[in-house]
């Protein structure tokens, strides 16, 4: 038998044993197909939501708004459109949450900061605007770090969010509030966005499901930090779900070429023939790794990591010891654009408003200011050495097009223990390397759970492919999640 980490709960903060099959615990493409068939009313669907939030949302705090009654204004004309005989679209009536750095119409979408405290969005985002055409019900934002510069969701507009598995924890970030949200049934899915993790580790952390595309598959307009110059190389928009036919199906219906993002292009894609074939006979070659050589990993992240690629193998896949050359330098490329950089963009907004900014953007200007100048020069060097170091890896991964991989060094840890720097155990130069990498490459990853931990914590593995292969990443990313949970 190959070595597997199988998981011995069914989900965080769960319903009753006699309820798990209630309405908040099904997928997204459950709840799509059920009313569409007219099994499921929108109406009850939407209710059901709610009470999960009304029952769970004061211990998590996972929302920074939630539209209650446009909820249900929505649900009642999809309810409408279903008894008329109008077409619905493929997630009619499924109640999903957005990341509140993107813009939702009418929502407060304050990026966690109360430098843009009572910042209402004029219109949706395009990938809201998707969303709703499909049919879906957008319930509420939810909570991230103060402009997202964090791995841990904490910010002085709605304070700390919590892991639904141990409240003492953190849910990750920065998209914490989306994965917590889903995580315990308050959402069916939603939209994250990730510049150094934030999609993956939240979705690790929570036990849940998460795809950081291919930059520019997924538009990111209406973003904010806005992903445009250098962090349009590494920050993407991508879908946070329970399982990876939800991530394929948001994928679907968000992906496309928009004008507004400068690395938009005309789709991903498809994908949705390769995971009903549950991969075929044309199975890509895996490398894995479970040590970057930098960051070494806790013993059980480093056991889940060898437990998936030994299931894999077990399933037919080749798999073999991996990793490429090059990730210490790709590491300090990345630390360059999204800290200093960032920083750059940050510290003018703060001037004289040094009281109103959270402990941790302190700390992370902070850091930055310990490095030499950003003058262009470097700037220019930094995005020439990006494109030659990316051409070098994808080199690499014609060997192996799938590698596998942590998601960062540890589960999810305390509260107490985030930061940037060495005063930290969880410091975040030294944690979280391993999905950094792939965003200063533009690699698309997924993110499934495998295993907990001794202390049932969720551990979630990396899926890693080539750029705009999202279909081969999913098809992996589906068959391990099948084999995890079948074992």
Not at 423 to 429: G, I, K
Not at 467 to 476: C, G, H, I, Q, T
Request: some cysteine; hydrophobic content about 40%; overall charge negative.
């Amino acid at each position: 038998m190959p070595q597997t980490i199988t998981s011995t709960r069914e989900s965080p903060l769960t319903l009753p044993t006699s309820a798990r099959n209630a309405t908040t615990s099904l997928s997204a493409a459950t709840l799509a197909r059920l009313i569409r068939g007219k099994h499921l009313s929108p109406v009850e669907v939407i209710d059901a939501y709610l009470m999960q939030i009304e029952r769970f949302n004061p211990a998590i705090n996972a929302f920074s708004h939630i539209d209650a009654e446009g909820a249900r204004a929505a649900a009642r004309e999809s309810e409408a459109m279903l008894m008329r005989g109008d077409a619905p679209g493929l997630l009619h009536g499924v109640p999903l949450t957005i990341k509140s750095c993107i813009d939702v119409k009418g929502f407060p979408c304050e990026a966690g900061s109360r430098l843009r405290s009572g910042y209402v969005a004029a219109q949706d985002a395009t990938l809201v605007k998707r969303l709703r055409n499909a049919g879906a019900i957008i319930i509420g934002n939810t909570s991230i770090p103060e402009a997202l510069v964090a791995y841990h969701t904490e910010n002085k507009l709605q304070g700390r969010t919590c892991n639904p598995w141990d409240l003492t924890r953190t849910a990750g970030g920065s998209s914490g509030g989306e994965a917590a949200a889903i995580a315990c049934g308050m959402s069916a899915g939603g939209i994250g966005s990730d510049g150094g993790g934030s999609i993956r580790v939240p979705a690790s952390f929570c036990g849940i499901a998460g795809l950081k595309p291919t930059p520019g598959t997924i538009p990111g307009t209406g973003h904010y930090l806005p992903c445009a110059g250098p962090f349009s190389l590494i920050g993407v928009v991508g879908p946070m779900a329970r399982t990876v036919e939800d991530l394929q199906l948001l994928l679907e219906i968000t992906s496309g070429y928009d004008a507004g993002d400068p690395v938009s292009f005309p789709g991903a894609p498809s994908v949705r023939d390769r995971l009903s074939a549950e991969c075929r006979a044309d199975k890509p070659r895996i490398g894995f790794y479970e040590d970057d050589g930098y960051s070494p990993p806790a013993p059980e992240v480093r056991a889940a990591v060898k437990a998936a690629a030994s299931t894999l193998a077990g399933y037919g896949f080749e798999v073999e010891p991996f990793r490429p050359d090059g990730l210490d330098r790709v590491r300090e490329l990345w630390f360059t654009i999204f800290v200093e950089a960032i920083a750059m963009v940050l510290k003018p907004m703060t001037l004289n408003r040094e009281d109103e900014i959270s402990d941790n953007t302190r700390e992370f200007l902070a850091l930055a200011a310990e490095q030499p100048p950003l003058t262009g020069e470097r700037l220019l060097h930094t995005l020439l050495e990006r494109d030659a170091r990316r051409a070098e890896v994808l080199a690499q991964m014609e060997r192996f097009p799938i590698l596998l991989a942590p998601v960062c060094a540890t589960s999810a840890f305390l509260h107490e223990d985030a930061g940037w720097g060495p005063a930290h155990s969880a410091d975040y130069v030294r944690t979280m390397s391993y999905s950094q990498h792939y965003n200063l490459l533009g690699n698309p990853a997924a993110t499934v759970r495998v295993g907990e931990t001794s202390e049932g914590l969720p551990i979630g593995v990396q899926i890693v492919g080539r750029p705009y292969k999202e279909d081969e990443v999913l098809a992996v990313a589906g068959t391990l999640e099948k084999l995890t949970k079948s074992i």
